[in-house]
């Protein structure tokens, strides 16, 4: 399939999912947002789970190549920055759109139905969670740098969650200085260790 057309169907899907929500985002409609047949997301996707699937493949790129930019940007930089940098990533403007905020949440309930989505939410959770392990695992012991992984991962999606859920949508500084403040709490105890 043409990159410009698959694109097309991707941009169609999150438009329709945000004008109608997932369960009305028909095959029909993603194809009338596309200006495309109907018969063209059946044969290059299997149907709209296909099509879903791609569309959060390419929310999940978009998101993977926001936090690798940011952290590419540190060069050697200190696990904190590198902290900041995940943070930072998580709240992009890629991710944090209306359509794509909804798509995020069409995303997630459906993942819990379908297992090619919970399979592509669990390579979520777990870069997320190894990401952030290996830095805090920099500056603290190991039990410690788990714990504090899956705290942070946590005020990452509820701080996405609860933003996506407002009638005015995720704003996206509020949320990258609280989860920066949090982070900031965590690492107190170990500022000894973080600055070297």
Known sequence: MEPIRRQQLIQATMAAIDEVGLADATVARIARHAGVS???ISHYFGGKDGLLEATMRQILTDLGDAVAA???????????????AIIDGNFDHSQVTGPVAKT????????????????????NDRR????????????MPREEARHAARGLAAMI?????????????????????????????????????SES
């Open 38 to 40: 109907a018969g063209i």
């Open 70 to 84: 940011r952290r590419r940007a540190l060069a050697n930089g200190s696990p904190r920055a590198h902290l900041g």
């Open 104 to 123: 995020w949440l069409a995303f997630w309930a459906s993942s819990m139905h379908t297992p090619r989505l919970a399979r592509l939410q669990r390579v």
């Open 128 to 139: 997320l969670y190894a990401n952030l392990s290996h830095q805090f695992r920099r500056l």
């Open 157 to 193: 999606d509820g701080l996405w969650l609860r933003g996506a859920l407002t009638p005015e949508g995720l704003a996206a500084d509020r949320a990258r200085r609280l989860a920066h403040d949090y982070l900031d709490q965590l690492l107190a105890a170990y500022e000894p260790l």
